[in-house]
């Protein structure tokens, strides 16, 4: 497809690795996507699945963290995340949930006092990062009140929303580990 466009001359070869880098975080995407949706329709909870994979790419997106060094290994991990929250969601009580909705809570207020971390791979500049902290902000401010209002509507829903924002937590805890280690090890 990239040739094609090349061919054409609707993009020049500086365009190339934007253009392939696109088609693989599309692709990337939609790994995701199909993966929660298979999940979601075998356990038949098709719908908390969709709160779950929403409030985690979107928090995902914005700080960072922790990147697996393979695809595979990336949506293993998420697949294994998802079937955890899942297999939780019919062990828990009402009570843990809300234990796990409020630990959503306080990751949103630490994040939001956080600058994202970048990856081995996508290293970020301090200057985008300066950028990037005012955007986490904003984001887990209107975080804690989606959060809210989903856990008010359906507590299960609350339950799948918050597991979504305590991985992303768990991934940035992780990268920013690693991007510490990096920095006092050289």
């Given at each position: ?5 090349l061919?054409?001359g ?29 999940i979601?329709?075998?356990?038949q ?11 985690f ?7 960072g963290?922790y990147?697996?060094?393979t ?49 081995i ?15 986490l902000?904003?984001?887990?401010q ?45």
């Amino acid at each position: 497809m990239i040739k094609i466009l090349l061919n054409r001359g609707y993009a020049l070869q500086y365009d190339e690795q934007i253009i392939s880098y696109g088609i693989k975080y599309v692709l990337q995407v939609i790994k995701t996507l199909v993966i929660a949706i298979a999940i979601g329709s075998v356990t038949q909870k098709i719908m908390n699945t969709g709160i779950y994979v929403y409030f985690f790419i979107k928090l995902r997106k914005k700080c960072g963290g922790y990147h697996a060094p393979t695809q595979e290994i990336c949506c293993t991990l998420f697949g294994i995340f998802l079937f955890i929250t899942i297999l939780g969601d019919g062990i828990f009580l009402d009570v843990h949930k809300i234990i796990i909705i409020v630990s959503a809570f306080v990751v949103y207020l630490k994040l939001s006092y956080e600058v994202p971390c970048g990856t081995i791979q996508n290293p970020i500049p301090n200057g985008v990062k300066v950028i990037m902290a005012k955007e986490l902000k904003h984001y887990c401010q209107i975080g804690i009140f989606l959060l809210g209002g989903v856990s008010i509507l359906n507590i299960d829903m609350g339950y799948f929303a918050a597991c979504g924002v305590i991985v992303c937590g768990v991934l940035f805890g992780i990268g920013k580990q690693r991007e510490n280690e990096k920095r006092y090890n050289k």
